[in-house]
């Protein structure tokens, strides 16, 4: 075991210097162009201020860092300890006087099961040491024998002085795909295309914008088994969806995924009504549905080419509080078996959930009868977790591998539930974003608060570990966005000039205990982690995601050597995830019309038709590099040529995008639904908020029509062979 020396002499260390160094402030860091950038004093004293630092004196700063770096070695234990599985150590620190003292240590897991013994410390391996004013203090490290992985709660004591910490017994590595592979290699045959490839693909969606005769204005879970349905059938092992985390409710601005009140409960809009038991038990909601005005409400809701949050919000929670109404007087019926699993939840959920509900009593403008009750949102989220767990359900029944893959957005709005609820842990006034490059001189403020790297370490992490689980437990991947957010975050400091220039810095987390946390998670809940991964990304953190497991994250569009020519399919990395398009670039015809860059010009992300003009040469080159793509690897269109750069973008081309994408060496792919119809309008423009109606474009069709299409039908199955073929091809070059 490698033993790291520390020493520390009052005198002879910038105290400030050190502190930033231990709340992980960085000083400096590399710009998009590799150029090394040196973060301004002033910016880091900042951060320390605003993270509740003390620093208005010389030694209330070496206080501070004595705190936190020194003074650990003063306890034994660690506020938190994360061992591994395979050997698991628990590590404590002594004074030399306490190297031959008995400590008796005491593990309590979380069902309450105990291990004890003891120990004498100098009998022990050393970890570390450090040299506190000519002191030397070791870290010692003891294995109690075998521990499953979990979380426990360790104890050691001397007779006279106990302490406790956070011990973590954590896996190696995330769930993985090779498991799910073994595991249906030896399954029963299902009534679904052969599914013996070691590569999977999937269709992604914003599950707002999914269409059906039945909908209530807005995709729904109903909706979303219609899906897993169609999609499985053609041999899909996933689907993707944006966050379905709690939105705002105070406010009819709720429509972006990415800017929730609460990450670790579900959208109600979500809810498909009419499967519950008490839609067609209720009186009121059959006199509702037989109402002209409202069956034209509906009709107008479910026909609209954009998601009317205004509208459907009131009608979807007037459905809402009439099936609680149903749900409360079969309670008082005696009706017991919903009203057992409903307390079981809510008793599950514990302390968060009535946080969520008091919350909503005091914010939500949706709802009336029931405003201020909060069983009334607890009832919502018990609904939404049944119904998409049903979803899950579904997925596994006809034949999909992995199932929903869900998405865990990077922060919460200020004012939200969770940031209020958990105050103690993040910085209110300074944002989550990213720092300048090409397309932002002033870098990009996303209007999440962050959370404070040290106080997150301190509560022993149990927001992390609560957010992790709450988004894990009911699918079978999570792609955690800006998955960077576990290693580093840019910080948006604020501004105290309207006029003064945007400016940030990088504040680093500790990877070292994060990884593990979020490996932990991913193997008890069984669910696949995928890290968005995209723009600067360190070789490091690629490294460590690699090393615990993580699957990668690409865009087709950026697939791209430096001299602009598309990667051949094996030259792309094998575990990632390849999304052809998503949310944030545009659709393929989309970007072969150009149409995009015009939109953007239209709405000012570009500035004018001067900057716009290198953008559409670019554009030229790329499509250029695109059909060169497909030549190369003989998938270009017999009616196509290398020069058809103004040519109308239509179905064969983009079959053959999809076909070739489809045979790279990523063991995930992921097609957009908006391509299978060759849509244009975009869902999201990124930089803009209400220059474009963002988060709120529908599909064009309902998901039956577009399945029952014999174009995407074929297309669909050109895809599972490609698969198919690229899983064989890999499997023989592994041969050679």
């Not at 075991?1 to 210097?17: D, F, K, P, R, T």
């Not at 000083?27 to 950038?37: E, F, P, S």
């Not at 209020?420 to 996303?446: I, K, M, R």
């Not at 060169?628 to 040529?641: G, T």
């Amino acid at each position: 075991m490698q033993i790291q020396q520390h020493y520390w002499q009052g005198g002879a260390v910038n105290h400030l210097e050190r502190l930033m160094y231990l709340s992980g402030i960085a000083a400096d860091y590399l710009d998009y162009g590799g150029h090394h950038i040196t973060v301004p004093w002033e910016d880091r004293l900042q951060v320390l201020q605003l993270m509740g630092f003390d620093i208005d004196s010389p030694e209330a700063v070496e206080a501070e860092v004595f705190r936190l770096d020194p003074g650990t070695w003063l306890r034994w234990l660690k506020p938190v300890h994360i061992a591994r599985l395979q050997s698991p150590a628990l590590e404590f620190r002594c004074h030399p006087d306490e190297l031959a003292q008995v400590l008796t240590y005491r593990i309590t897991s979380e069902h309450g099961e105990v291990i004890s013994g003891t120990v004498i410390p100098g009998q022990c391996p050393e970890a570390g040491e450090y040299y506190l004013e000519g002191v030397r203090y070791s870290a010692r490290a003891h294995e109690p024998g075998d521990l499953p992985m979990g979380y426990y709660t360790l104890q050691l004591s001397d007779g006279e002085r106990q302490e406790s910490g956070c011990l973590v017994v954590a896996p190696e590595r995330c769930f993985e795909a090779e498991t799910l592979l073994s595991e249906t290699a030896s399954a029963s045959k299902v009534s679904t295309p052969a599914r013996r490839s070691d590569k999977f693909w999937g269709v992604s969606c914003q599950l707002y914008t999914l269409r059906s005769q039945r909908s209530w204005g807005v995709g729904d879970f109903a909706d979303l088994k219609e899906l897993i349905e169609a999609a499985a059938a053609q041999g899909a092992d996933l689907i993707g969806l944006n966050p379905l985390h709690a939105p705002r409710t105070d406010s009819q601005d709720c429509a972006s995924p990415y800017s929730p009140s609460d990450r670790r409960f579900l959208n109600p809009i979500y809810i498909a009504p009419d499967l519950l038991p008490e839609f067609s038990q209720s009186g009121a909601i059959a006199e509702l549905l037989a109402s002209p005005d409202f069956g034209q409400q509906l009709q107008s809701l479910r026909a609209a080419e954009w998601v009317d949050y205004e509208a459907v919000q009131p009608l979807k929670y007037r459905l809402y509080e009439l099936l609680y109404r149903q749900f409360l007087a079969n309670q008082q019926a005696g009706v017991c078996d919903r009203s057992r699993a409903f307390s079981d939840y809510v008793a599950h959920e514990g302390e968060p959930l009535q946080q969520l509900a008091e919350y909503e009593c005091h914010h939500n403008i949706h709802a009336r009868s029931y405003r201020s009750e909060t069983g009334f949102y607890c009832f919502l989220q018990w609904v939404a977790q049944q119904q998409l767990e049903d979803c899950q359900q579904r997925a596994g029944q006809v034949g999909m591998r992995v199932g929903i893959m869900g998405d865990l957005a990077v922060g919460a709005i200020p004012g939200g539930c969770e940031v209020s609820q958990n105050s103690h842990l993040y910085v209110p006034e300074v944002f989550v974003g990213a720092p300048p490059d090409p397309f932002s001189d002033d870098g990009q403020n996303w209007g999440l608060p962050v959370l404070n790297p040290v106080a997150l370490r301190e509560s022993h992490y149990r927001h992390l570990i609560n957010l992790l689980r709450e988004n894990m437990e009911h699918v079978g991947a999570l792609r955690m966005d800006h998955a960077m957010s576990l290693m580093r975050l840019w910080w948006c400091l604020p501004r105290t000039d309207p006029e003064e220039k945007a400016h940030g810095l990088y504040v680093y987390y500790r990877i070292e205990d994060i990884l593990p946390i979020l490996a932990l998670e991913s193997q008890r809940n069984r669910c696949l982690v995928i890290g968005e991964d995209l723009g600067v990304v360190p070789d490091e953190f690629r490294q460590a995601m690699g090393e615990t497991g993580v699957y990668g994250n690409d865009i087709f569009y950026f697939t791209q050597h430096w001299d602009g020519r598309f990667r051949a399919p094996h030259e792309l990395r094998p575990n990632a995830l390849l999304s052809i398009t998503n949310h944030d670039v545009p659709t393929l015809s989309d970007w072969w019309s150009e149409d995009d860059i015009g939109r953007r010009l239209d709405v000012g992300v570009i500035v004018d038709e001067a900057a716009a003009q290198p953008v559409r040469e670019q554009r030229r080159r790329d499509k250029r590099c695109l059909l060169q793509w497909l030549q190369d690897n003989r998938e270009l269109p017999s009616d196509w040529q290398l020069e058809d750069l103004d040519k109308p973008f239509d179905f064969n081309l983009c079959r053959q995008i999809h076909r070739l994408t489809a045979r790279s060496a990523s063991k995930f792919v992921l097609l957009q639904l908006e391509d299978l119809q060759m849509m244009k309008l975009p869902v999201n423009i990124p930089a803009t908020s209400r220059e474009y109606p963002n988060w709120r474009r529908k599909q064009a069709a309902n998901t039956d029509e577009i399945f029952a299409r014999p174009e995407v039908i074929q297309l669909l199955a050109q895809i599972h062979q490609e698969r198919q073929r690229s899983a064989d091809t890999q499997h023989e070059d592994s041969m050679t």
